[in-house]
């Protein structure tokens, strides 16, 4: 099993950035993918990103494409996600979430953190 705690979520204006990190734990932490789903008010939860555990394949919704940046380190089993030219669309409770099966674009995750909320102002 897999425990993800997701932290660095906070405001920040239109063209700013921000750093989201999402450390895993448990037996099968250094094994799984990881990546970055978001949820924002009344719509449904949608991929963002993921990352495989090594080498490091990347996957990421057309949407953020060019703008974030995810990446892992595996020593500490900690996921990031650096967001740059932040929208206000952008704005959602952002989610950490990992799985066995191989990274896609789109993925699904089997396990899942709490959320942390990114909110872009215009």
């Known amino acids: 099993q897999v425990e993800l705690v997701e932290s660095g979520g906070g405001s920040v204006q239109a063209g700013g950035s921000l750093r989201l990190s999402c450390a895993a734990s448990?037996?099968?932490?250094?094994?799984?993918?990881m990546g970055w789903f978001r949820q924002a008010p009344g719509e449904e939860r949608e991929f963002v990103a993921c990352?495989?555990?090594?080498?490091?394949?990347?996957y990421y919704a057309d949407s953020v494409k060019g703008r974030f940046t995810i990446s892992r380190d595996n020593a500490k089993n900690t996921m990031y996600l650096q967001m740059n030219s932040l929208k206000p669309d952008d704005t959602a409770v952002y989610y950490c979430?990992?799985?066995?099966?191989?990274?896609?674009?789109?993925?699904?995750?089997?396990?899942w953190g709490q959320g942390t909320q990114v909110t872009v102002s215009s």
């Open positions: 979430g990992a799985a066995l099966r191989p990274p896609s674009a789109p993925w699904e995750a089997r396990y």
């Open positions: 448990g037996r099968a932490a250094s094994l799984v993918t």
């Open positions: 990352i495989s555990t090594r080498p490091g394949s990347l």
